[in-house]
């Protein structure tokens, strides 16, 4: 990957792939800096010719970790996936990016955070807990202009997250421009929560070889409007109507399973299955308090009864096992009080700001 890929960061900064940042003396951004200079970046050269030695950078080690351990790496993955990575150092150009454009988002979704959502820092702000400044993640003209330059290398594989890249104009006028004879040859990938689709954007991503698009959807009706918030659940199903009707556009559902819709969730796979929609569901790890084992005995009880009536339908292999290993966390864990309490204090306050309330889906 450090030979062909290209990573930036919410922040605009320059990464040798969405897992491996780089250390602040060698930190670059895309509102200072080309990408003509990040690739002589002297931390991006240590990477590239420890790969040419055969030697394991110490910051690849969870690649290497997870290919110990018999697990696949996103090294791996995008190897099988794009068959564009692994090429000699001689043949390094650039083919493959992933760019977090900003943190522009129209949602704030509970376990969001400021890093990638800008309703979620501006909340934040009128509660008094922000951390960030949201300049921190606003791209400037200079920005958005290298930005052009990578693209100008006409990547094979174009990935882009936000904020909510649909939501975003600017990302929306850079696709625009990209000719349309490159576009032909090249995939696109978005991460999208699905609440803006407009005839432009149907346009703009027609040219292009094929679209994959994750749609972000965790719950249906009422719940995802919670956990999603201020989302609407019906516009979000009309307009992945609309997306999957593309000739080119293949698309995935993404739920992030935590304690607010563990006990909900075989809702979103009956959804997925009725819009005939491969489901990934993903486990959520932060923030810790929306883990799916932070309920109290009671909560914790119905959640498995409800995934043990999940597990008598007909699942495929991926859902069957996700199911399966979330149950076991859930009959092994042990009630942490302060735990569940953080929960607590932290919904309640965006209860507070919403005017809405987490006990109208988990009553305890
Ligand atoms: S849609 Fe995505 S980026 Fe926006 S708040 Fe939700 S999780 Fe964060």
Redesign the pocket.
Known sequence: MPFNHVSIGNNGDYQICCIHPVPDEHKKNINQTGVDDWVQNPYLKQVRSAFERDEQHPGCQRCWQQEASGTQSIRQVQTKEYKIIGAKPAQSRILHIEVAVGNL?N???VM?SEY??S??LAENRQLGIAVFDQREFTWSESAFENLQQILDYRPRVIHLR???PLYNKRILELLDNFPAEHARNTLLHLTT?ATTWTPQWQQVLSKFKSVRMML?VDAVDELSEYI?YPGKFAQVEHNIKQIIKCDNVKPMIHATVQNLNIMHIGQVIQWAKRMNIYLMLDLLVQPEYLEITNLPPVLKQQAIEHLDSVLTQDLDSHTQSEISAYKTALETAVFDQPRWQRFVDNVSRRDAVRKNSHKDFLKY
């Open positions: 988002c949602l704030s979704c969001c990638n959502s309703a979620i936000g904020g909510e929560n972000s999603r």
